[in-house]
């Protein structure tokens, strides 16, 4: 899979390459406000930045396909988002922490509460607390064991948790166990491919063990499971890129696809001022920084364009601090769109910028997503966005004689 | 490997296509020149041409990959660069008009100078003369026998040389012998994967009984190998595209690529200018025109921006003698970007125009790096240039119903 570019390139080098990515960053113009988020956004800064860098447009997965936080980071990270398409439970296993290992299949779960009947009442169990959640996989814990597998139970936030099955011979291929409306009843495990006829049974079994342990819980009787996946492990980017990389992130989910590709990740980061001191302090450290912003998309799955267009401009406010740091490559995009007008993720292009001593300038002067159109990168997709930060970085050779 | 597009739907016609390849055209801003080298230069001809045609920029591999002159060009006639990549040996080899049979296998080497320890003192034997190589050259020749194969030992110029190894069951995939530094001993040549064992014995042979036949030799005493490949036979442009293609070029090495591809190749070429008159006089000959202007990559190479707009200049001058011709589509770009900033081949996108009667003229007037992101053929990678060609010159089906 990643036989041949950029990876048979590489040769080493003591450069510094800089991923800032914004999370959603892209957005769409609302009449009211005059533009897009970015184009509404006061960012002296990355106007800056972009006037002397390469500008671009990034499409995350292929046109017209919204990505989700996995298959949009990989993509950055120049790991094939298609290829390479990760379970959202093994994503999740990673977020928290978890360390999966060789072929562990996760799955992630809700509490939920169902009536009498067996149907579903509320598929977030009333959204119990952390604590509570705490509790009750304790109690699982406790009782729950399956023949032949060794089973973990890991709490997330709230009434959602992980399940990781250890053993041989498992599978990813079994279908999720809630029925998406409320009113029905939650489905079984089916194994979507004979193979995975085990797997679902054994998510049967422990379906099965579970109830009992939850049958006089008020809230959360019922467990429902959602998104199956068998770590199939990933080369690292030390491996394939030979690059030192740390992860500078605050949310569980980013730091977990951090993880999934080796890289290493500082712990207990709050906010972003955090984010941009712990920057400085491993600057010496590591020689790829992936340094993750996300309020620009939580703010744009709230459908609050006056709140990303402010995350965006708290971004720019600390981007004089990034720079003093003497980064060879440094790259600002995201991950995918979040368009506070749609008010989820999106299949838009991003605007990406690439600033490196030997960059081709280009005449775009304004950060965002209508002035990137006319960059010197064109328009290429986040699989290609790698290969471009370690071209610029000195860190690939000339292909073919 | 070929298909299906374009070559399942290629159509006979009496078009003419002429490609203008500078090779290592693209460039980067120098601040004290104001511009990239083609924006510096005086090109009132491009700029016309430009005027009249489609423009677009051109990824000669991917994004980020530097290509070698090889791949450069392969990519330009439509051969996928990453599935075709060839060998410097191969290269070489054909480059000095060579004719490579079936699954010859050829090698570059170097006359070097060794010490008594064997230790390598000067990697190219002090760059010793053409003519002095050529007398090496027979002495080994008469000399140097392996058992059941044929070897033929070639000349290049100055200190380096090719080695062709025929016979059965020949690999390329054996290690290169220059250890790349002085002071230390040239390497064995080893198999890089089991099947390649035999050839790496003869390897060892050749120079074993090379040896002997350098050993009074003041300073060619070794030989160091580089680059052994196969030739794994091409499919010609004729096979592939139905045109009688003929290359029009000064170097060696590029007559080696178009020899590869079954092109005719007009010999004793010594500039540019005759060039031009060879370009006129086979006219009715051919309907594919590999015009190759060398001295844009050359002068990047030394860094010398000047020398390199001056280069630009030069074509631009006989580019109305060019295009007193009638061809049906004209091609100008090059095989990837030499920027005289860098002092050597890059990955940075090329600058591409195609005339033809039925191109979308675009919104470009000046033909350089930056004005070319306008144009109408957008970003596309190297390999899909013969498509866009064949079908303005009306070679190409539709595909499908």
């Known amino acids: 899979?990643?036989?041949?570019?950029?990876?048979?390139?590489?040769?080493?080098?003591?450069?510094k390459i800089l991923f800032l990515i914004l999370d959603g960053?892209?957005?769409?113009?609302?009449?009211?406000?005059g533009g897009t988020e970015l184009q509404?956004?006061?960012?002296?800064?990355?106007?800056?930045?972009?006037?002397?860098?390469?500008?671009?447009?990034?499409?995350?997965?292929?046109?017209?396909?919204?990505?989700?936080?996995?298959?949009?980071?990989?993509?950055?990270?120049?790991?094939?988002?298609?290829?390479?398409?990760?379970?959202?439970?093994?994503?999740?296993?990673?977020g928290i922490g978890f360390s999966l290992k060789g072929s562990d299949v996760a799955a992630r779960f809700n509490f939920a509460t169902v009536d009498r009947e067996g149907r579903v009442i509320d598929r977030r169990a009333g959204r119990i607390s952390t604590e509570e959640n705490i509790r009750l996989c304790n109690l699982m814990r406790q009782a729950?064991?399956?023949?032949?597998?060794?089973?973990?139970?890991?709490?997330?936030?709230?009434?959602?948790?992980?399940?990781?099955?250890?053993?041989?011979?498992?599978?990813?291929?079994?279908?999720?166990?809630?029925?998406?409306?409320?009113?029905?009843?939650?489905?079984?495990?089916?194994?979507?491919?004979?193979?995975?006829?085990?797997?679902?049974?054994?998510?049967?079994?422990?379906?099965?063990?579970?109830?009992?342990?939850?049958?006089?819980?008020?809230?959360?009787?019922?467990?429902?499971?959602?998104?199956?996946?068998?770590?199939?492990?990933?080369?690292s980017m030390k491996e394939r890129f030979g690059l030192n990389a740390v992860a500078i992130a605050t949310y569980p989910m980013y730091k977990g696809i951090a993880q999934l590709l080796s890289m290493s990740v500082i712990p207990d980061l709050k906010n972003f001022e955090e984010e941009v001191e712990a920057l400085k302090k491993y600057y010496d450290q590591y020689d790829f920084f992936f340094v993750h912003f996300k309020y620009t998309d939580s703010r744009g799955e709230d459908g609050n364009f006056p709140e990303k267009v402010k995350a965006i401009e708290s971004v720019d406010a600390l981007l004089p601090e990034i720079l003093s740091l003497p980064f060879d490559v440094v790259v600002v995009s995201g991950d995918h769109s979040t368009p506070a007008k749609m008010a989820s993720h999106s299949w838009h292009e991003l605007p990406v910028l690439l600033r490196a001593s030997n960059c081709r300038v280009d005449t775009v002067t304004r950060f965002d997503e209508l002035s990137c159109i006319h960059g010197s990168l064109g328009r290429f997709l986040s699989k290609d966005l790698m290969s471009l930060a370690l071209a610029h970085a000195g860190r690939l050779e000339k292909f073919g004689a």
């Not at 036989?3 to 450069?15: G, H, I, R």
């Not at 960053?25 to 406000?33: K, S, T």
Request: hydrophobic share 40%.
């Open 144 to 235: 729950i064991h399956l023949g032949g597998v060794e089973v973990f139970i890991e709490p997330v936030k709230e009434h959602r948790g992980v399940v990781v099955f250890r053993g041989e011979g498992l599978s990813g291929e079994v279908e999720d166990t809630d029925p998406q409306k409320e009113g029905l009843k939650p489905l079984d495990p089916v194994a979507a491919v004979p193979e995975a006829a085990r797997t679902a049974a054994l998510a049967r079994e422990f379906i099965d063990q579970a109830r009992i342990v939850l049958a006089d819980e008020p809230r959360a009787n019922m467990l429902l499971f959602r998104g199956f996946a068998k770590n199939t492990g990933f080369p």
């Open 25 to 33: 960053l892209g957005g769409l113009a609302i009449d009211e406000f």
């Open 1 to 15: 899979m990643y036989a041949e570019l950029p990876d048979s390139l590489v040769t080493a080098n003591t450069t």
């Open 40 to 94: 509404v956004a006061c960012c002296p800064h990355l106007d800056s930045l972009a006037t002397q860098a390469s500008c671009g447009l990034m499409t995350p997965i292929a046109p017209g396909i919204t990505p989700g936080s996995g298959p949009g980071h990989f993509g950055v990270f120049g790991y094939d988002p298609v290829k390479t398409n990760i379970g959202r439970g093994v994503q999740e296993a990673a």
